[in-house]
């Protein structure tokens, strides 16, 4: 059965760190990421990876937040620094089973096949 649980949200200051991770049942996914979507605003990519390590990030994060996986884990990470309040937001694992999206892709939702539930992130000014 596949399933993607996020853990790690929560409520920090503006400067701190949170480091959030997801769980990942049912198969090895080829590319898995990180996308937020804060109310009123559209959904958006943050950072993701492919199974070889290729990764791409947001500009609004670059130099504060580090994408992760384990693959012996089927686990994937998000080490978020320097938080902003502008990154509150509810954040969301995806993956996708067979493909290694390309760069240009890697932030397209439609190429996702699974997502998890969500872990709310509110940084306070």
């Known amino acids: 059965q596949v399933q993607l649980v996020e853990s790690g949200g929560g409520s920090v200051q503006s400067g701190g760190s949170l480091r959030l991770s997801c769980a990942a049942s049912?198969?090895?996914?080829?590319?898995m990421g990180w996308f937020r979507q804060a109310p009123g605003k559209e959904r958006e990519g943050v950072a993701a990876i492919d199974s070889t390590g290729n990764s791409r990030y947001a500009d609004s994060v670059k130099g504060r937040f580090t994408i992760s996986q384990d693959n012996a884990k089927n686990t994937l990470s998000l080490q978020m620094n320097s938080l902003k309040p502008e990154d509150t937001a509810m954040y969301y694992c995806a993956a996708v089973r067979f493909s290694r999206l390309t760069y240009s892709f890697k932030f397209t939702a439609q190429m996702y096949d699974y997502w998890g539930q969500g872990t709310q992130v509110t940084v306070s000014p």
């Open positions: 049912g198969y090895t996914y080829s590319t």
